[in-house]
């Protein structure tokens, strides 16, 4: 039979030692020169191994990309330093890769290579004792508004921690997985915010916080604090500045501002007024009912939305 023979012809052949020795020195051989070929080659070219030795100490092209100097001033080491602690070591813990849309590291950088600071804006918990309504909201001109409530019976609600850490710690969560126009994340108790996309402006993102009790929570963005309490004329032309940088009021910058105007006894004449001093007559007003742009009439001190037919 066929298969008797081929095991016939296999122990045969193992049994022949002196070609198996042979078949084994062969491959020893031409392992050994293929060994030799590479270690003549690397010792041939010592220069190109000094090169990569100093490419692995120094960082090489990767410190080129990212437009670091090796020569670091006190701010730039700083800024690093942040950059770490905020990406690597504040996310840990805090961070859950399987429900949250987030990239863990976002760097821009300036059109001198310098890297810049990502974040526009935050909302800080000042205290933990809610008095219940508190909002946040996130506004975008075209794009609509995000709303973030202390609700306890919806599962898109923020909780109350039981400290203000942990509260801030769970907006950010909620916000993060919700959100279409920021990332978010906390640091301590600030709920911190950067632009989910590069293409969005700066300007228009609008951080409105509604906390009925006034104790609770206040807004920042981009160093201002939109907080009416203890506001001043001078303020509430700082935080026209931040809402008009786009030429839009939209309509939480419109019931920010109105807050504020209660604070000071601004008539409305007297903010359009302010408003046309600063950006002239082409401002314009997001409508509250169809969300197109209403243009000023001056003579009105108001906002008409020709589309809708409605006053803003």
């Known amino acids: 039979m066929a298969i008797r023979r081929g095991r016939k012809e296999a122990k045969k052949n193992l049994e022949n030692h002196e070609a198996i020795d042979d078949a084994f020195a062969e491959r020893r051989a031409l392992l050994e020169n293929e060994g030799s070929n590479q270690e003549e080659s690397f010792v041939q070219d010592p220069r190109e191994q000094e090169r990569i030795r100093k490419e692995l100490e120094e960082g090489g092209e990767l410190h080129k990309m990212l437009g670091i100097d090796e020569k670091l001033s006190s701010e730039q080491q700083a800024s690093l330093q942040r950059l770490e602690q905020k990406w690597m070591s504040g996310l840990q813990g805090t961070y859950n890769a399987a ?7 976002m760097i821009s950088f300036d059109d001198d290579d310098n890297i810049q600071h990502t974040e526009i804006g935050s909302v800080t918990i000042l205290g933990n004792n809610f008095d219940g309504g508190e909002e946040i909201r996130l ?11 202390l609700d306890y019976d919806d599962e898109l609600g923020w909780r109350k921690g039981r400290d203000a850490e942990h509260t801030a710690r769970n907006i950010a969560s909620i916000i993060n997985k919700r959100s279409t126009l920021v990332h978010a994340f906390s640091e301590s108790n600030r709920i911190i915010f950067e632009l989910r996309d590069s293409s969005l402006n700066p300007d228009s993102l609008v951080i409105f916080v509604d906390d009925p009790g006034g104790q609770d929570m206040i807004a ?24 008009l940088a786009d030429g839009i009021i939209t309509p939480s910058e419109d019931q920010m501002l109105w807050s504020m105007r209660q604070v000071l006894n601004i008539s409305e004449d007297e903010h ?17 009912v169809c969300n197109s742009m209403a243009i ?8 008409y939305c020709e589309t809708c037919e409605n006053w803003v």
Not at 220 to 243: C, F, H, N, P, W
Not at 272 to 288: L, P, Q, S
Request: with cysteine; net charge negative.
């Open 296 to 303: 000023l009439y001056p003579e009105h001190s108001a906002w």
């Open 139 to 149: 506004e975008y001109p075209g794009k609509g508004t995000e709303f973030y409530t």
């Open 220 to 243: 920042e963005k981009q160093g201002v604090e939109l907080d009416s309490r203890d506001m001043t004329l001078q303020d509430y032309q700082e935080v026209i500045k931040l809402a």
């Open 272 to 288: 359009v007024h302010i408003v046309r001093a600063m950006f002239g007559d082409d401002v314009m007003k997001e409508c509250t």
């Open 99 to 105: 429900e949250e849309d987030r990239k863990p590291l």
